[in-house]
């Protein structure tokens, strides 16, 4: 699947089209990567859906089911069930708010935070070694792309939250 794209000579439009092209390019790369290295980086005993729980807790410490809901785009009831089974296998805490007695608060429990550094800790493991293998110049090159496309994500969802809860569908 070749991520390079001979088209940035296009002017202005031409230039946002082929960076969407390669985009996608890399997101799909990234999908095989990640479905060829499940031993390497497994998600299990979570779902991804759940992941993305532990990603926005991680984010927004002591959030409520309320805007943990908005941040997902799922109903109430959806959430609560989620944060069971993630509350079941001790990856979140539930404590009252401070702020309201009709409120619960969220965060990761201590085996929460582990999990998901492990779990970060093998994924860039295994993508140190594609980057290792470009030149500096692209290595310097695509970390600047990448936190230009980091920045302009979170200016279009206006900083409002977790980039990684504002995602649709259970990716």
């Known amino acids: 699947m070749p991520v390079e794209s001979d088209h940035f000579d296009e ?3 031409g230039h946002q089209g082929s960076a969407a092209v390669a985009a996608r390019e890399v997101i799909e790369v990234l999908e095989v990567l990640w479905g060829q290295s499940r031993d390497l ?5 979570v779902s991804t859906s759940q992941l993305r729980v ?3 807790l991680a984010d927004n410490d002591g959030i409520n089911l309320r805007s943990l809901g908005e941040e997902l785009g799922s109903a109430p009831s959806s959430v609560s069930r989620m944060c069971d089974r993630l509350h079941a296998l001790d990856f979140i805490e539930r404590a009252p708010s401070s702020a309201s007695r009709r409120e ?3 965060r990761l429990s201590s085996k929460g ?3 998901l550094r492990d779990l970060r800790a093998r994924r860039e493991a295994s993508l140190a070694e594609v980057v290792a293998g470009m030149t500096s110049a692209e290595q310097s090159a695509f970390a600047r792309g990448l936190a230009g496309f980091r920045s302009a994500v979170l200016r279009e ?7 990684r809860g ?3 569908g259970t990716a």
């Open 11 to 13: 002017g202005p439009a």
């Open 113 to 115: 935070v582990r999990y």
């Open 54 to 56: 532990l990603y926005i």
């Open 157 to 163: 969802k206006g900083a409002s939250g977790s980039m």
């Open 166 to 168: 504002e995602t649709t």
């Open 104 to 106: 619960v608060e969220l």
């Open 41 to 45: 980086a497994p998600t299990a005993p």
